[in-house]
């Protein structure tokens, strides 16, 4: 049996949870390189659809950062 890599672990993240971010992926997979994984998802044909999001952090300053979701073409 094959191992489970992250990035089919980020993949079964998005499909299960509709989507995902990098503060998501650290929490629940342990994943610190989301970008990285999901340029290899979208190298392997998946169509990944990004969406900068803003957030203001405990400090009050802005902060954005990308969250991932499948295309409705990979359904």
């Known amino acids: 049996m094959a191992k489970e890599t992250q990035n089919d ?3 079964q ?3 299960d949870n509709g989507s995902i971010s990098p503060l998501e992926a ?6 610190m ?3 990285s994984r999901i340029s290899d998802l979208r190298t392997k044909g998946i169509k990944i659809i990004s969406n900068n999001e803003t957030h ?3 400090y009050g300053k802005k902060v954005s950062y990308s969250r991932y979701r499948l295309a409705k073409e990979n359904n």
């Open 13 to 15: 993240y998005m499909k």
């Open 56 to 58: 203001i952090n405990r």
């Open 9 to 11: 672990m980020v993949l």
């Open 33 to 35: 390189r989301l970008a």
């Open 26 to 31: 650290l929490a629940e997979l342990g994943c």
